[in-house]
């Protein structure tokens, strides 16, 4: 099944459908960079693993690269993993005109609105979640063990895992909303991640809100969603403050 028809932040939905799969893994991957979850230097995941991730044939993968490549965005070389080189010249404000008014937020000020509608998001995916897609969140979720040592893996793997969950609850509006607000302070969340146990932790957050929504309980899920949150906060906080 073909889950990707997930939305670039800040992107309109019904226009990304139209674009070939190849194309919207480059957008993915693209936002990735322009948020910071992946920064200069980073080696991406392999063509097999990011097909696994993402959900798509590695040779969609592999044009989505070839796109990057072009856009001076990433540097594929013969024999050695695939680098990101930088944003290709374009900030996130640039491409995503809907963050620019979380520009001069505080993370308490954004972290409590995304607490807000992802719970009341999460509480709505719990009523209306299809059996596809359950396993789909499963499986990223099975697949984030593998990846404790791994930040670069996991992030990707982590918003692919957010992505699904917040477009399960059938409100377009509302979860093209809580996936802008995820992409807030993404590169301090990268640095929080690399401390020991921090990929471990949030593994286990990701389980327990399956378990939940596996039991058909809207109100587990959605406590389950507000301590994760709670997690991302404390964590994430003295990062910023550096």
Wanted: charged share 30%.
């Amino acid at each position: 099944m073909d889950f990707l028809h997930h939305r670039v932040p800040g992107s309109g939905t019904r226009e990304i459908t139209k674009r070939t799969v190849k194309d919207q893994v480059a957008d993915k991957i693209a936002s990735m960079i322009q948020t910071g979850l992946l920064q200069q230097g980073d080696e991406l995941p392999s063509e097999r693993e990011l097909a696994a991730t993402l959900s798509v044939s590695r040779e969609s993968v592999r044009g989505a690269l070839s796109v990057l490549a072009g856009r001076r965005m990433i540097d594929v070389s013969q024999g050695s993993r695939t680098r990101v080189l930088g944003t290709g010249g374009q900030t996130f404000q640039d491409t995503v005109s809907s963050l620019g008014g979380f520009k001069g937020k505080s993370i308490e000020e954004v972290t409590e609105a995304r607490a807000l509608v992802e719970v009341e998001v999460v509480r709505l995916a719990a009523a209306r979640m299809k059996p596809a897609v359950l396993d789909r969140l499963e499986a990223l979720v099975d697949e984030q063990a593998t990846m404790l040592n791994d930040p670069v893996r996991f992030q990707i793997s982590d918003r692919e895992f957010h992505t699904v969950l917040y477009e399960a609850c059938g409100n377009e509006l509302l979860a093209n909303y809580v996936v802008d607000l995820y992409a807030f302070a993404l590169d301090a969340r990268r640095k929080a991640l690399k401390r020991k146990g921090a990929i471990a932790h949030s593994v286990e957050d990701h389980r327990a809100i399956v378990k939940a929504l596996r039991a058909k309980h809207p109100t587990h899920a959605a406590d389950a969603v507000r301590a994760h949150l709670d997690s991302v906060y404390t964590t994430t906080l003295p990062e910023l403050k550096k």
